[in-house]
C-alpha cells in the first residue's frame, strides 16, 4: 500500500517539483520511499508520483514508478492473486525482473488491456499512462477500498490519495461545495463521487476513468456493480450447503489477505466478523495469528475483554491496550489532517488508536468490515423488519390525516419534549414516514441525521441534493425483498464513504497497510444470491455468519449484546471540547464562511 498524486497539465504550467511536492505530502502513506516521473508530451505535461510502503518484494526493483513497453504506472493496493496471473502471463511469453505485484499489473495490461481487470483479486488504486493509445487510465478497485480523488479545472487535472496531494500543486482550488457540507450534515460524510470541495470529485467504486490526452475529454465506465448479483435468482440450496461453501469462500479469500513480505495481523474486537476472520486464519495456520485489541478504562461499554477471552480459546499472540479518555481526546486535533474533508464517525478515534498499537509489531492489519453490509448486521435492518410492515399496514388515510396534524403543531410549542436533544428532527422525520412508510424512506430516515427541513434552515442559503446511491433504484423489482435493498445501497454508501475512508486513513495515519478480508468480490457475488432469511433469521443478524464462528468459538462465548468502544461525544462536546465548539461554532467563525444561519446553529447548540 501507497499513497499516489500527480497531475496531467494541458496548460504546461507544472514542473517536476510540483510533483514532487505532491508526492511529498503524503509521507504517512509511504515513509519507504518517494519516485517521480515527469514527461513533456505534445499537448501536456504529466506527472506521477509515488510514496512506498513496502510489502510485496520489498527490494528497490519494485520501486515506482514503474514503466514496460510505453506503460507508466502508479499503484497504491494489493493485487493478492497476483502470483497466478504472473504464471499464466510467463506462459504466454513475458518476462519479469521483479517479484511485485506492480510488475504484473502493467504485463497484463499490455497482454489484455482492460479485462485484465478482471482478474484481479484485491485493492487497488491505480493511475495508467499509455503512450501508444495516449491515454490516462485511473481504476479504482471494486468496493472502493483504496481511495482517488481528482480535480480537473482550467485544463489541469489533478489527481492523489488524499487531497492535500491536491492542494500541493498551485493549480488546486479550494473552495468550498456547500451541498456537499449539507450531504455531511445528513450523513456524517461527504457522499461520493462528491468532495467538499467544487470541482474535485471522488472516483466511484468499481468504476475506471479514460482521459484522452488527445481531446482533453474524460470518460468514467463501470465494470463492477454489486446489483449484477443482487438481480440475479436466489440460490436454491438447504442451509447446511450454504454454511459450508460460505466458509469455503470465506476462506480462500481470508488466505489471500496473508499474502505478504512483512509480519500480517488482525484486529480483533470480539463481534462476529472480526472472530470470524481471526478463527479462519488460526485454524489454517501452524503459527500463532497475531491479534490486535483496544478498549477504554473510561467506559463499560467496552468489549476487550471478551476479545481477550477470544483469543486465548483461538491461541492467537494477543495485544491489547486500554486507552485512557486523555489518549483519545489528543488524537481528534490530528483528525482533520488525516481525513482532508468532514467526518463525523467517532470510531476514527478508536480505530487510530489500534492501528498505531499494531504498528508496533506488523505492517499490515487485517480489518473485519463489511460483515454488516454483506450478512445483514445493522440494528437497522432488525428495526426495518420488526417495524417498518407495522407502519406499512396503517391505513393511508389514517397515515395522512395524523401527518397533517402534525404539520399543524409546531415541534417548538410541545411542552417539556421541545427541549429534548434531536426531538425536533426526529418530529419532522415521523411525519416523513407517515406520508411516505416505504422501506427506502424508513432506510433514509434513519440513516440520516439532519432531515431536509432542518437542512434549508441551517444554510444561510439554498442548497441543493447531491446525487447519491442513497436513492438507487438498480435492484429489480423481480428480485426485491427489504432486506436486499438496504444491504446493496449501505454497501454503496455508508461502506464506501465511512467505514472504508475510515479505516483507510486511520491505518495509513501511521503507515500501517488495512486490509478487508470481507471485501474479496467472491465473498458478496455468493452472499448477494443467498436467501434473505439465510443472513437474516427469525430475528437474528448474521445467522449464517454465526453458524460459521460458533464451528470455532463457542456460543456461549459469542452471544452477547454487541457494544464496541464508546466514545463520549456528548459529554465531551459539553466539557473537554467546549471551548473547540465555541471556537468552531461561535459567531466570529460563522460570520467567516457565511455558510449556516448564526440563530439556527446558537439554538441547536
Known amino acids: 500500500m501507497c499513497g499516489i498524486a500527480g497531475f496531467i497539465d494541458f496548460t504546461n504550467k507544472s514542473s517536476l517539483a510540483d510533483v514532487k511536492a505532491m508526492a511529498a505530502a503524503l509521507p504517512h502513506r509511504g515513509p519507504d520511499g518517494q519516485g517521480e516521473y515527469f514527461h513533456v508530451a505534445d499537448n501536456c505535461q504529466i506527472g506521477f508520483g509515488h510514496r512506498r510502503l513496502s510489502i510485496i518484494d520489498l527490494s528497490n526493483a519494485a520501486n515506482q514508478p514503474m514503466h514496460y513497453d510505453g506503460l507508466h504506472l502508479i499503484f497504491n493496493g494489493e493485487i493478492y492473486n497476483y502470483n497466478e496471473i504472473r504464471d499464466e502471463l510467463i506462459a504466454l511469453g513475458h518476462e519479469f525482473k521483479t517479484h511485485s505485484d506492480t510488475e504484473v499489473i502493467l504485463h497484463g495490461w499490455r497482454q489484455w488491456g482492460a479485462k485484465t481487470i478482471e482478474k484481479w483479486r484485491g485493492m487497488f488504486a491505480i493511475v495508467l499512462f499509455d503512450e501508444n493509445n495516449n491515454k490516462l487510465i485511473c481504476i479504482r ?90 438481480n440475479k435468482p436466489k440460490l436454491k440450496i438447504d442451509i447446511q450447503e450454504a454454511v459450508n461453501e460460505t466458509e469455503r469462500i470465506l476462506q480462500e479469500s481470508f488466505q489471500y489477505r496473508m499474502v505478504a513480505d512483512v509480519p500480517v495481523g488482525v484486529f ?23 491479534t490486535f485489541t483496544i478498549g477504554s478504562t473510561d467506559n463499560k461499554l467496552d468489549e476487550a475483554p471478551f476479545a481477550k477471552q477470544i483469543a486465548a480459546h483461538l491461541g492467537t499472540d494477543h495485544t491489547e491496550h486500554y486507552c485512557t479518555a486523555k489518549e483519545a481526546l489528543d488524537i481528534i486535533p490530528d483528525l482533520p489532517y488525516y481525513f482532508d474533508e468532514p467526518f463525523a464517525d467517532s470510531s476514527a478515534i478508536p480505530t487510530i488508536l489500534v492501528s498505531r498499537m499494531a504498528r508496533q509489531k506488523v505492517t499490515v492489519a487485517l480489518s473485519a468490515d463489511a460483515g454488516d453490509e454483506i450478512f445483514a448486521g445493522y440494528n437497522r435492518y432488525d428495526y426495518i423488519s420488526r417495524y417498518g410492515n407495522k407502519i406499512k399496514a396503517i391505513p393511508k388515510p389514517f397515515r395522512k390525516l395524523a401527518a397533517a396534524s402534525m404539520e399543524m403543531v409546531s415541534s417548538t410549542s410541545i411542552p417539556v419534549l421541545k427541549n429534548k436533544p434531536n426531538f425536533h428532527s426526529r418530529y419532522d422525520k415521523l411525519k416523513n414516514l407517515l406520508r411516505d412508510p416505504s422501506t427506502a424512506s424508513l ?69 500501517l497497510e488495512g486490509r478487508e478480508p470481507f471485501l474479496d468480490q467472491h465473498i458478496i457475488e455468493w452472499a448477494a444470491q443467498l436467501p434473505s432469511d439465510y443472513k437474516y433469521r427469525d430475528g437474528q443478524k448474521k445467522y449464517i455468519l454465526r453458524q460459521i464462528v460458533h464451528k470455532y468459538v463457542p456460543k456461549e462465548i459469542m452471544e452477547r449484546p454487541k457494544m464496541g468502544f464508546g466514545i463520549p461525544v456528548e459529554s465531551w462536546l459539553a466539557n473537554e471540547l467546549k471551548d473547540l465548539v465555541q471556537e468552531y461554532l461561535g459567531a466570529s467563525s460563522l460570520k467567516q464562511h457565511q455558510l449556516f444561519n448564526e440563530e439556527e446553529v446558537k439554538k441547536t447548540l
Open 141 to 230: 478497485d471494486r468496493a472502493g477500498v483504496k481511495p482517488f480523488n481528482y480535480f480537473f479545472k482550467n485544463n489541469t487535472f489533478l489527481f492523489g490519495s488524499e487531497f492535500k496531494a491536491l492542494m500541493a500543486h498551485p493549480a488546486f482550488e479550494r473552495n468550498i461545495n456547500k451541498d456537499a457540507v449539507a450531504s455531511f450534515l445528513q450523513y456524517g460524510y461527504v457522499s461520493s463521487p462528491h468532495c467538499i470541495f467544487q470541482d474535485t470529485y471522488k472516483l466511484p467504486a468499481g468504476h475506471f476513468l479514460e482521459l484522452d490526452l488527445s481531446t482533453q475529454q474524460i470518460s468514467i465506465q463501470q465494470y463492477w456493480n454489486v446489483y449484477d448479483y443482487y
Open 268 to 290: 480483533l474486537s470480539g463481534g462476529y466478523d472480526s472472530s470470524c476472520v481471526t478463527s479462519l486464519l488460526q485454524a489454517n495456520s501452524t503459527e500463532k495469528i497475531k
Open 443 to 511: 432506510l433514509k430516515n434513519l440513516n440520516q441525521v439532519f432531515s431536509d427541513k432542518d437542512i434549508n434552515r441551517l444554510f444561510n442559503k439554498e442548497v441543493s441534493a447531491i446525487t447519491t446511491l442513497h436513492t438507487s433504484a438498480e435492484l429489480k423489482e423481480e428480485y426485491y425483498d427489504d432486506l436486499s435493498f438496504m444491504m446493496a445501497v449501505d454497501y454503496q454508501t455508508y461502506m464506501l464513504d465511512d467505514i472504508l475512508q475510515k479505516v483507510d486513513r486511520a491505518t495509513m495515519s501511521c503507515s
